[in-house]
């Protein structure tokens, strides 16, 4: 607890507790002006009223006034009956008085009304005495609440005189001693006070300061010299090229294989900053054009840097790394700088290169003979060349569905040739999306009628043309849907959908099968890469390639998936200006 919330509390708590004590005082007090009042008010008036009714009665005949005496008497006491009973003694006395008046000499009624009288008196002098009592009564009461209240002040009052001198005078004590052991160069004097108050946090600075001070003093500079002679050994003798730069992006280091192929000299470029190199050197200047855009990744890549080197054109993979420090003390880190690494992936780019030249090469070799044993199959099913029976028209059958297996990766394996080494084909003309659309359906329908599957097609009466490869997005299309009908259930529904939206056409394709499980959503447009646990065959390269065909003509391509209730994949591209 902090120490003005410990002091706020036992102080505002003493100061409640004293208010209520006044307030209890006050109470009764009032309580007890209250009864006594009531006393001489209700009661002590009668009595007198009827003291001197006693005298005035006594002095009637000798003296005429009395009389009158008598009267305002009675008249005072009839305004100030408060007892119970008093109202009728009062009636019966005046009843009495009448008729004394009437006559004067009779001695009975004379004593009729004395009785009277002094019934009154005896009526207000029981009830003096029973309000004396309820008086007495709140005065104990109000003795009690008034010693608990008191008994509670001091035990406050006590609790604070001994607690809070102590809590705040012992962290003083303790942090002056420690600050004069600091002053002494004591470095290793920490302050232990476990409290969250403010001498806690206090401490905790105190042992950061202390903390500090003992790594200065520990170091030396004979120490931080060798260390750096040894980092800049580990850096030279590094085979990749490596830039190191502060902050500021002034250079820090660069190792000699850096040196060596941006044709820069060490001696002139440390603590230059590299924007200033980079207006003259055409490879520094190609390595950091994209280190700002890329400074929020944490370890970052980028697509590999051709750089003449070793006398010929070679590859580095750019890698920038933001260098973060947490000082001592610290909770957050601090930008410190960056390292940029350059890795010489020339060999695996030959290799990427020849692998693909390879598949091209034998994609294009099987084709030939595959199509060729394609037309011979279809011959041999030609009733003309002469009858089979149903076990060789079964055996011809599973041969088909094999071949056009074979022709189907070997087309993925050609469109990926075209990927890997950039040079896909393009024609991309005005088209009408429909048409697009509906070659699709026409060419999967089979396909989707084997397992009664329904294709439902919506489009709007006026579309704009799209801006498309007509065969390629077509391809991606059959893709899609082939995809859907494989993975929906038998008698299900396929929603394909065309939509103008934002100077885009929306392809969609919306299936109602398993759908795909979250963790595998952002894969699924890998290239070979296959849901685990998936029944359904494939090479795990449609959706790669139907993803570089559509961002190749500057469209893009993404699935949105419910988990157990199917997906729907949208393909978007760009509208002309004309609508037909």
Not at 157 to 176: V, Y
Not at 201 to 226: H, P, Q, T, V, W
Not at 488 to 500: D, G, K, Q
Request: aromatic share 6%.
């Amino acid at each position: 607890m902090k120490i003005k919330t410990r002091l706020t509390f036992g102080v505002g708590l003493l100061f409640l507790m004293i208010l209520l004590l006044t307030i209890i005082g006050m109470w009764y007090i009032n309580a007890l002006k209250r009864d006594t009042n009531n006393i001489l008010t209700a009661n002590y008036n009668s009595v007198q009223y009827a003291r001197n009714m006693i005298l005035a009665l006594d002095e009637i005949q000798s003296d005429p006034r009395a009389v009158k005496d008598f009267e305002d008497n009675l008249e005072l006491q009839e305004n100030n009956e408060t007892e119970v009973g008093e109202k009728e003694a009062t009636q019966e006395l005046a009843r009495h008085f009448n008729a004394l008046l009437v006559q004067p000499h009779d001695t009975a009624i004379r004593q009729i009304i004395r009785k009277n009288i002094l019934t009154m008196m005896d009526l207000n002098m029981q009830a003096i005495v029973r309000k004396s009592r309820v008086a007495s009564g709140t005065a104990q009461i109000a003795m009690v609440w008034i010693a608990v209240a008191g008994a509670l002040c001091f035990i406050i009052a006590f609790i604070s005189l001994i607690n809070l001198p102590g809590n705040i005078a012992d962290p003083i004590r303790e942090l002056t001693e420690s600050i004069k052991q600091i002053a002494a160069q004591n470095y290793t004097r920490r302050v232990h006070i476990e409290s969250n108050s403010e001498f806690g946090d206090l401490a905790k600075s105190f042992n950061i300061m202390a903390e500090k001070l003992e790594e200065y003093s520990g170091s030396s500079i004979a120490r931080l010299l060798i260390e750096k002679k040894r980092i800049e050994a580990l850096i030279n003798n590094m085979q990749d090229p490596v830039i190191g730069l502060d902050e500021n992006n002034k250079i820090l280091f660069m190792n000699e294989e850096a040196l060596r192929i941006s044709g820069l000299e060490n001696e002139n470029i440390i603590g230059t900053s590299i924007d200033q190199i980079a207006i003259n050197n055409d490879l520094i200047r190609t390595l950091i054009r994209d280190t700002e855009t890329m400074k929020d990744n944490g370890k970052k890549q980028s697509e590999p840097v051709k750089i003449f080197a070793n006398g010929k054109e070679s590859y580095f993979e750019k890698e920038v790394l933001d260098i973060a420090i947490t000082s001592t003390g610290d909770e957050k880190k601090q930008k410190a700088g960056n390292v940029i690494i350059l890795r010489n992936v020339t060999a695996y780019k030959e290799m990427d290169a020849a692998k693909t030249n390879f598949m091209a090469t034998v994609s294009h070799e099987f084709k030939t003979p595959i199509s060729s044993i394609k037309m011979s199959l279809q011959l041999l099913k030609n009733n003309r060349i002469g009858g089979i029976n149903n076990e060789q028209k079964d055996l011809l059958n599973s041969i088909e569905d094999d071949i056009n297996r074979l022709l189907k990766i070997t087309g993925e394996l050609l469109n990926m040739t075209q990927v890997e080494s950039g040079n896909i084909q393009l024609s991309v003309v005005p088209a009408d999306a429909r048409e697009i659309l509906l070659y699709a359906i026409h060419s999967i329908r089979k396909q989707a009628e084997q397992k009664h599957i329904k294709l439902e097609a919506t489009y709007p009466d006026y579309l704009p043309e799209v801006l498309a490869d007509k065969e390629k997005t077509a391809w991606v299309l059959i893709n899609l849907i082939s995809n859907a009908i494989r993975y929906s259930y038998e008698y299900s529904v396929i929603y394909l959908n065309l939509a103008n939206e934002e100077g885009y056409i929306n392809f969609s394709v919306k299936d109602t099968g398993q759908g795909i499980d979250p963790q595998y959503k952002d894969k699924i447009f890998d290239r070979y890469f296959r849901i685990p646990g998936s029944k359904e065959k494939g090479t795990g390269l449609g959706l790669a390639i139907s993803k570089e065909f559509i961002e190749a003509q500057g469209g893009k391509i993404d699935v949105d998936s419910d988990f157990g209730a199917g997906s729907t994949f949208t393909v978007r591209l760009h509208a002309t200006e004309s609508a037909h």
